[in-house]
């Protein structure tokens, strides 16, 4: 699977941000997709999970009723819904898929190329 995230940006604290990730490769729909991030001098952090049926979806408690993961598998898309986001909220955004749903990272598979969002106060 060839995942590329889209949609970083600079916004101000309490503004909005949507996240896309387009998947192309392997069959989308067999895999899981994961939102993660990294701020500098910090290790990567989950964000975000949903299955690959859109049944199930799990959040860090850092972002729990901010952030909204969701897929459309007609279009292989995965997105992030980011709102009242905060200056800690700024970090590289990585998408990435996995076989067997997991918040964490070295249990997925596929990774994109990461998108920068910014958030200042």
């Known amino acids: 699977v060839q995942l590329q995230a889209s949609g970083g940006g600079l916004v101000q604290a309490g503004g909005s941000l949507r996240l896309s990730c387009a998947a192309s490769?392997?069959?989308?729909?067999?895999?899981?997709m994961g939102w993660f991030r990294q701020a500098p001098g910090k290790e990567r952090e989950f964000v975000a999970s949903?299955?690959?049926?859109?049944?199930?979806?799990i959040y860090a408690d850092s972002v729990k009723g901010r952030f909204t993961v969701s897929r459309g598998n007609a279009k292989n898309t995965v997105y992030l819904q980011m709102n009242s986001l905060k200056p800690e909220d700024t970090a590289i955004y990585y998408c990435?898929?996995?076989?067997?749903?997991?918040?964490?990272?070295?249990?997925?598979?596929?990774w994109g190329q990461g998108t920068q969002v910014t958030v200042s106060s």
């Open positions: 490769g392997r069959t989308f729909n067999n895999y899981h």
């Open positions: 949903i299955t690959w049926n859109s049944v199930s979806t």
């Open positions: 990435a898929a996995t076989r067997g749903w997991s918040t964490r990272a070295y249990d997925y598979e596929y």
